[in-house]
């Protein structure tokens, strides 16, 4: 049975998307936020947003806009995860998270049968799982990642650090690893990494490839946030944090950063999603809110509208980024729910053709 | 029922060029009811009708254009149409604007020539949200591991060809293409050149063996068009020498060779760069098996996509802006490095004369293709004026006045005087690229063709011309008016489906499931994915 709510009052969900489709329409500056959902379910988000002439955002962009941002300034490489289990013979994993960003992740692209040399670069988490499983994992701390990774590409072009000599002695033997590999690969979570570290990583591997081959295998955050940017990319040219104000698309991270917009008053009205994982809008301040959401979210306030979602991939086939390919990936339901909470998809379409039809 | 009356009907493919009437029913053309009574009648007085246009190698979609969108920010600023004025347009690059500015021109058909087969549902996807036009996809084999075993294992012709029907099955493709072929593999073992009979490291397999097992297969498979191949050394001076060995290899059986302006260098000269276009004119010339398509350079900046990650490595240097990035793939992967051709430029003033020169000595317009392998030599909006180029050779002059003498030093062009007619044109750009695709109703205005319909009204400036059509049907419904697009309809995408056995299917996926921990359905383009209805149209294969 589907769950709607209406000030906080069970509706029936027709009249749900109908008081949805009145609070989004009148608002000035709408917001479409959160944005966990399948492909179908952005597509959908991306429609309204356009249509509102308000703004678009994902609750993880913070970690997506990273890579993306050091993508856009410097380029990067990278490789897809089969890739890394069939091919490579050294894997550094960057930084604390990457275990936290894809928990399968050590099984899937360096399972134990693989004979890839592990290193841990100020990654107590990997380092931790390969003792558990009792497998050789090289470390190095890294208190100052900036720093480290700067000194590394220092060290690769011969150049001199600043430093005590045993600092740079460790430098120089984890250098010469990374310049022996065949085919090595870092793995980072932008999650946990400062745009500085990816952008001087991203750099180390560029400098490793003028002798070896190196790659990249760079993780996000949660909620379908790679899938996320890649449908606004391909629909409008820019990834999430876009706005729809002028009539073009406009992209600017902070300008369309939905908590600030909500924070600041500028937006009157948002739109939050979020059909993977019960989750609360972050923003501290009230703003007329329709939730589109898990079963089982607790919000601060009751939504004007709250409307609850099935899980894409679980209760229903959805089309949602995988870490295990590397791309978009079509899943189908782990525990298909005959009870039929709506999809996304199905709940945003039908608020937009309510506006559409109302117009 | 929709009466076109009083156009010039330019149908090359029915031999046509007349003053007359066009009948629409519903999708399709039909021919002049007896009883004449439209519903509508549209004078079309003065103005040119042709077929919808069929474009047979454009990045339109997938992972490495959508890299190339979310790397360049500054290269969409304005999606809109340029002015008439401005020689270059910006590529559209959401999928909305590309099926938007590929209907305003006249186009109805488009081919995404590198479907990579991990990223088969990525693109389709992007297809889905490109309106208007309908789509196809070749899927990109050649660096595959699976593929590269058989091979080396010596599984023998039928094992290749069940494998490649389960990848077209599999990716929704309308045929194969190899991209250097062994290249990104040997790539990933850090080769850094890898020419027609270089050995991929671990396999002992040539490149050369791999473009002919492909041939080979498509040709048993009965998929209409044939190999689509992407040369090794592309854009090396020299390069001729390549293109030219490997159109030895084909034989006598059918050979696409993409963007073969990027191939047509000679190495001789001070500059040791310079035109051999008239060799492969020649080439093609001689050769009935081998078709080819251009990839004409015009001046401006633009984003070079591509699959053969040897080459775009090896590009990284040119990037302009200086940023670039790669991605190797399960089998194929991707570059995406951004260039700037300027006139100024001997080498890229030779490139923009080569691809002309190809256009105008190879003889047949049903074997050379109009692309400029979108975006890599242009965005698809710079074709208008490659048309009117193409049609005018006083304005060749003009632009030829401009460029570099020394540059076209090595060229024939200035001695050109050929001009191409609309007849040539609707032959290059529409009943050709059907015949080459494997698709018996497009490209021509037929009765029982699909009612893809350009309308053009003449005007002095070709480029203005073919730049806004005066009205466009897809499919029978009229989406352009005036150059404006009116009407957002979805197209769909086309597909062959050559059968696949069981045990095909089962090996194909242990294989993917022991090598990459990956189950290969996780690459499939199941319907009820791609979110809009009957997203796929099957296109039959030939009987063998």
């Known amino acids: ?359 | 029922m929709i009466r076109l009356k009083g156009g010039r009907i330019i149908d090359p493919a029915n031999g046509r060029d007349e003053i007359g009437d066009l009948w629409i029913d519903d999708d399709r053309i039909i021919a002049p009811p007896p009883d004449a009574r439209a519903t509508e009648t549209v004078d079309l007085d003065g103005c040119i009708v042709m077929a919808g246009a069929i474009d047979i190698h454009t990045h339109v979609a997938g992972g490495n254009v959508n890299t190339a969108r979310l790397m360049l920010p500054q290269q969409h600023k304005a999606h809109a149409r340029r002015p008439a004025k401005t020689a270059l347009g910006q590529a559209g690059w959401s999928t909305v604007e590309t099926g938007c500015r590929y209907a305003e021109m006249g186009f109805t058909t488009v081919i995404e020539p590198a479907i990579v087969p991990s990223h088969a549902l990525h693109a389709h996807l992007e297809f889905a949200d490109i309106p208007i036009v309908d789509k196809a996809g070749l899927a990109v084999l050649g660096n595959d591991a699976y593929l590269l075993q058989l091979l080396r294992d010596g599984q023998g012709p039928n094992a290749v060809a069940d494998y490649v029907a389960y990848m077209l099955q599999a990716t929704k493709a309308l045929g194969v293409k190899c991209i250097n072929a062994g290249g990104a593999a040997a790539f990933k073992n850090n080769v850094r050149a890898f020419s027609l009979d270089d050995e991929v490291p671990g396999y002992g397999l040539t490149s050369r063996e791999i473009v002919l097992a492909l041939q080979q297969a498509v040709s048993a498979l009965g998929v209409p068009h044939p190999l689509h191949v992407h040369c090794n050394n592309l854009g090396l001076p020299g390069a001729v020498d390549t293109a030219i060995a490997t159109m030895d290899a084909a034989g006598d059986v059918p050979m696409h060779f993409a963007h073969i302006q990027f191939y047509s260098y000679g190495a001789e000269g001070k500059r040791r760069f310079t035109s051999a276009a008239a060799k492969i004119a020649e080439a093609v010339n001689v050769r009935k098996n081998v078709t080819v398509d251009v990839g004409q350079v015009m001046f401006g900046q633009t984003v070079t996509v591509s699959c053969d990650t040897i080459l775009q490595f090896g590009s990284r240097n040119s990037a302009r802006p200086r940023k670039w990035s790669l991605w190797d793939g399960i089998g194929d992967g991707g570059g995406v490095v951004p260039y700037t051709y300027k006139a100024t430029n001997a080498v890229n003033a030779l490139q923009w004369a080569i691809g002309l020169e190809l256009f105008l000595l190879i003889d047949d317009p049903w074997r050379v293709f109009f692309t400029t392998d979108h975006p890599n030599g242009a965005p698809f909006t710079a074709y208008p004026e490659i048309f009117a180029l193409l049609m005018d050779r006083t304005l060749r002059e003009e632009w030829m006045a401009r460029l570099p003498k020394a540059a076209l030093a090595s060229t024939t062009l200035p001695s050109i005087t050929r001009e191409y007619s609309l007849n040539e044109i609707a032959v290059m750009t529409r009943a050709a690229p059907a015949k080459l695709l494997g698709l018996p109703d497009r490209g021509h205005l037929g009765p029982g063709a699909l009612a893809d319909i350009a309308v053009y009204r003449p005007q002095s400036d070709r480029a203005a011309m073919f730049r806004a059509a005066e009205l466009v049907f897809k499919s029978g419904a009229l989406v352009v008016r005036r150059g404006d697009v009116i009407s957002q309809i979805a197209g769909r995408a086309l597909t062959v489906e050559p059968p696949v056995s069981r045990q095909t299917a089962a090996r194909v996926e242990r294989f993917y499931d022991d090598t990459f921990g990956l189950s290969a359905r996780l690459f499939a383009v199941p319907e009820h994915a791609v979110g809009t209805p009957e997203p796929f149209e099957s296109v039959p294969c030939l009987s063998t």
């Not at chain 1, 600030?260 to 989750?279: C, H, K, Q, T, Y």
């Not at chain 1, 099935?310 to 980024?321: L, S």
């Open chain 1, 1 to 359: 049975m589907a769950e709607a709510f209406v000030e906080g009052r069970p509706a029936r969900i027709d009249a749900a998307v109908a008081a949805a489709a009145m609070l989004l329409a009148r608002a000035r500056q709408p917001v479409v936020a959160g944005l966990g959902a399948d492909i179908a379910g952005i597509r959908a988000g991306l429609r309204l947003a356009e249509r509102l002439g308000g703004a678009i955002d994902h609750m993880a962009a913070d970690s997506v806009l990273r890579n993306l941002s050091v993508m856009r300034d410097t380029g990067l490489m990278v490789v897809s995860p089969g890739e890394v289990r069939r091919h490579a013979d050294l894997i550094c994993f960057v930084g604390d998270g990457t275990l936290t960003a894809w928990p399968g992740m050590l099984q899937h692209i360096a399972p134990a049968a693989q004979r890839a040399t592990l290193v841990a670069l100020g990654a107590p988490d990997v380092a931790r799982a390969c003792a558990g499983e009792g497998r050789a994992v090289v470390q190095a701390d890294a208190d100052d990642m900036p720093g480290m990774l700067a000194g590394l590409r220092a060290r690769l072009a011969g150049r001199k650090v600043a430093g005590p000599p045993e600092q740079t002695a460790a430098l120089d033997q984890l250098s010469v690893r990374l310049r022996n590999a065949r085919y090595g690969v870092m793995v980072w979570s932008a999650e946990s990494l400062p745009e500085l570290a990816i952008e001087m990583l991203v750099g180390l591997i560029r400098d490793l490839n003028v002798a070896t081959r190196f790659t990249g295998l760079p993780l996000s955050g949660p909620d379908n946030s790679v899938g996320a940017a890649q449908a606004c990319g391909w629909l409008t040219g820019y990834p999430m944090c876009t706005g729809f104000g002028t009539g073009a698309p406009v992209h600017d991270p902070w300008a369309y950063d939905a908590v600030r917009m909500v924070d600041s008053g500028e937006a009157d009205a948002a739109l939050w999603i979020s059909a993977f994982r019960p989750v609360a809008p972050p923003w501290n301040t009230e703003v007329p809110l329709v939730a589109v959401a898990a079963p089982g979210t607790m919000f601060r306030r009751a939504p004007q509208v709250l409307i609850e979602v099935a899980i894409p991939g679980r209760d229903h086939d959805a089309v949602i980024y995988s870490n295990e390919t590397g791309a978009l990936a079509s899943v189908s339901a782990s525990a298909p729910s005959a009870a039929g909470l709506p999809t996304v998809e199905a709940v945003v379409s039908a608020i937009l053709n309510r506006i559409e039809a109302a117009a």
